[in-house]
T-cell receptor, first 112, second 115 residues
């Protein structure tokens, strides 16, 4: 099946710092999504990207759909304690358009 | 609008036992998904329903897993018999339309521990 390589696996940052995480694939993806999962909860959609080169913001979050359609990144600016959680990239590939493929996640810890 | 409901939230069983999970999607949502999320990994799709029909079950281990969505509303996922490697969180999600790329709304999941 399709695989998404997400990095870094975990991050420890100070409150107020910016953070960046990315996702790469060997296959072309038609849609890139970024989710956040809090402990004991299901993933919640943060940002959806539908076109190569697209740059989309949601408050302090900004995500981009890579030009090659094989990567995406998520930036969080001015981190706050409630940003703590696991961030997943996900997408629909050109070869498996019905199945949503998830990355392995980035565990974010924000230190006060 | 009420979210996706799942029960039970936690289940502990011994290997070779059977277990069933229940999901009630958001009212009016046409598509329902079951995912398996092993600790430290992202969710993996097991099965997708549109109304009460199966759209994709290519990653469902059919020798032990089964799922149904009677009347196109709520759904049950069953494991029989369970193996140690089935320990995971089982997430249910629903989508408003029949379009597979439509936004999926996830429930809180059922955490299964197989001893």
């Amino acid at each position: 099946g399709q695989q998404l390589n997400q990095s870094p696996q975990s991050m420890f940052i100070q409150e107020g710092e910016d953070v960046s995480m990315n996702c790469t694939s060997s296959s072309i993806f038609n849609t890139w999504l970024w989710y956040k999962q809090d402990p004991g909860e299901g993933p919640v959609l943060l940002i959806a990207l539908y076109k190569a080169g697209e740059l989309t913001s949601n408050g302090r979050l900004t995500a981009q759909f890579g030009i090659t359609r094989k990567d995406s990144f998520l930036n969080i600016s001015a981190s706050i304690p409630s940003d703590v959680g696991i961030y997943f990239c996900a997408g629909f590939s050109s070869g498996s358009a019905r199945q949503l493929t998830f990355g392995s996640g980035t565990q974010l810890t924000v230190l006060p | 609008e009420a979210g996706v409901a799942q029960s039970p939230r936690y289940k502990i069983i011994e290997k070779r036992q059977s277990v069933a999970f229940w999901c009630n999607p958001i009212s009016g949502h046409a598509t329902l998904y079951w995912y398996q999320q092993i600790l430290g990994q992202g969710p993996k799709l097991l099965i997708q329903f549109q109304n009460n029909g199966v759209v994709d079950d290519s990653q469902l281990p059919k020798d032990r897993f089964s799922a149904e969505r009677l009347k196109g509303v709520d759904s049950t996922l069953k494991i029989q018999p369970a193996k140690l490697e089935d320990s995971a969180v089982y997430l249910c999600a629903s989508g408003r339309t029949r379009i597979s790329t439509d936004t999926q709304y996830f429930g809180p999941g059922t955490r299964l521990t197989v001893l």
